[in-house]
C-alpha cells in the first residue's frame, strides 16, 4: 500500500475545498458489448467510479470528490503552493490490488495485441475572466516498464484545449463538468504502458480545478487531528492517481511527483504514532483523479454474451507452442473445448468441470501442422467458436 513521506493538517486546510463534484453524467463503468464474438473489447476505464462503486455498495462507505485548483504556471516564488498537474495511469488498464474480492474483470496486458485510446474525459472546473486564451493539453505519455508516469515522461499525443470563456460555461470554477476529448491514439503493441497528464496554462485572473475522490469514512475518526473533516479510506487502486504538488516540490521535500515509483505518498496522522498504518492513518484526498478513457483493445480478453458463456481469443496467437484459451462462466457446468482444422475435422476435444468465474483451457499446439484452425468452447446452454494461428 502507501509508504509515507508526511502527513500535515496544514496541507489539507491549504488544499482541500468546499466543492464537491458530482457523480460522472457519463456513468462510467468497465464494460463490453453483448453478444459479441469478435476478437475486440471496447470498454470504460475509471478508477475512480470503480472505486467509488466498490466502497459504496460493497464497504459502506460514503465516496466524496473535491476539486483541486492546478496551474502549470504557479510559481512557489509567488507563494502558490496548489497543484501544477494531475496525471493517472492507465497500466494495468484495469487491474485491483484487491483482486480477490474485487467484482470487475481484469485483462492482462498481454492477451491484446494493440489498443486504441478512443476519448479522454476528465471531470474540472475553470472560470476566465481574463478575456485571454485558456490552454489545457490532454497528453497520452508513456510510463516506465514499472509502469510510472514519471514527471519527465515521453509525450506519445497531445489534444489541445483554447477557450477564452469559461469551459463549464459558469462564473465560477467550483461549478464542475466532465470533458471529452476524442483521442483515437493508436497503440500497436501490448508492452507500451501509458498515462493520461492534464495540464492547464492560464493568466493569473483565471482559475482551473480537477475533482478527485476518495472513500469517505467520516468526520471525528481521527484522533492525532480532531480538526480533520473527513477520514479517507485505501483507494482499491493504489498507486494509479498522481500530481505535481508545489508544497513538496522544492527542500526540504523535493517531490517533483507523488506517489513517488516506489508507491512514497502524503498522509494524514491518526493515530498518533510515528510512521504510517494502513488503517490507523487517513490516506491522502487525491487518491483517483477523475480522469478516465474509453478503449478498443484488439484480440482481447473475454468476449461477452448474453447467455451464460464468455470466450476470448486464446493467448498467444498465432501461437508455436503453449497457448491458452480464457472463458468464464456464469453458472456450473462441464465445459468442453473442440479444436478443427479448415477442412472441419476435429483434431481434438477436452472438457473439464468448471465452477462460476473464469478459466483457461491450456493445451500444447506444437505437434499440430502449422495452418488456421477453429476451436469451439461450449456448455449445455451455449457455445462460442474462435479462429486461431498455429505457426
Request: negative net charge; charged residues 10%; hydrophobic residues 35%.
Amino acid at each position: 500500500m502507501l509508504v509515507v513521506l508526511i502527513g500535515t493538517s496544514a496541507f489539507a486546510q491549504s488544499n482541500m475545498l468546499s466543492k464537491r463534484g458530482g457523480k460522472h453524467p457519463l456513468n462510467p463503468v468497465l464494460r463490453s458489448g453483448g453478444n459479441s464474438t469478435q476478437a475486440s473489447l471496447g470498454f470504460y476505464c475509471d478508477y475512480g467510479f470503480m472505486d467509488g462503486d466498490y466502497q459504496v455498495n460493497q464497504q459502506g462507505l460514503t465516496y466524496s470528490r473535491y476539486i483541486w485548483d492546478m496551474n502549470m504556471r504557479y510559481d512557489l516564488a509567488l507563494g502558490d503552493t496548489s497543484i501544477r498537474w494531475a496525471a493517472v495511469d492507465f497500466n494495468p488498464l484495469y487491474n485491483s490490488d484487491y483482486t480477490t474480492v474485487y467484482p470487475f474483470p481484469q485483462i492482462a496486458n498481454n492477451s491484446f495485441t494493440s489498443i486504441t485510446i478512443d476519448t479522454v474525459f476528465f471531470n474540472f472546473g475553470h472560470s476566465n475572466y481574463s478575456g485571454l486564451n485558456d490552454t489545457i493539453l490532454v497528453k497520452i505519455v508513456q510510463c516506465t516498464a514499472g509502469g510510472y508516469p514519471s514527471a519527465t515522461a515521453v509525450v506519445l499525443h497531445t489534444d489541445t484545449l483554447i477557450s477564452n470563456v469559461s469551459l463549464t460555461g459558469s462564473a465560477t470554477w467550483l461549478d464542475n463538468a466532465t470533458y471529452a476529448v476524442p483521442s483515437n491514439f493508436f497503440i500497436n503493441n501490448n508492452t507500451t504502458k501509458v498515462g493520461v497528464r492534464v495540464e492547464f496554462y492560464g493568466n493569473a485572473l483565471d482559475t482551473f480545478g480537477m475533482t478527485a475522490g476518495f472513500g469517505d469514512v467520516g468526520s471525528g475518526q481521527c484522533s492525532a487531528n480532531p480538526t480533520l473533516s473527513n477520514f479517507a479510506a485505501p483507494s482499491m487502486y493504489a498507486d494509479n492517481s498522481y500530481r505535481h504538488d508545489m508544497y513538496f516540490s522544492l527542500p526540504p521535500y523535493n517531490y517533483q511527483q507523488l506517489p513517488t515509483s516506489t508507491g512514497a505518498d502524503t498522509y494524514y496522522d491518526c493515530d498518533g504514532v510515528t510512521g504510517y498504518l494502513l488503517g490507523a492513518d487517513s490516506e491522502n484526498f487525491l487518491q483517483n483523479w477523475d480522469i478516465w478513457i474509453h478503449a478498443t483493445a484488439d484480440g482481447v480478453g473475454i468476449d461477452e454474451t448474453n447467455g451464460s458463456l464468455g470466450v476470448g481469443q486464446n493467448v498467444p496467437n498465432p501461437a508455436t507452442g503453449e497457448t491458452q484459451i480464457p472463458y468464464e462462466l456464469k453458472n456450473n457446468s462441464i465445459v468442453s473445448l473442440t479444436i478443427f482444422d479448415v477442412t472441419g475435422n476435429i483434431v481434438m476435444t477436452q472438457k473439464e468441470n468448471a465452477s462460476v468465474g473464469r478459466h483457461t483451457f491450456n493445451f500444447n499446439s506444437a505437434s499440430f501442422a502449422a495452418g488456421v484452425y477453429y476451436y469451439t468452447v461450449g456448455t449445455t446452454e451455449g457455445s462460442i467458436t474462435h479462429k486461431m494461428i498455429i505457426q
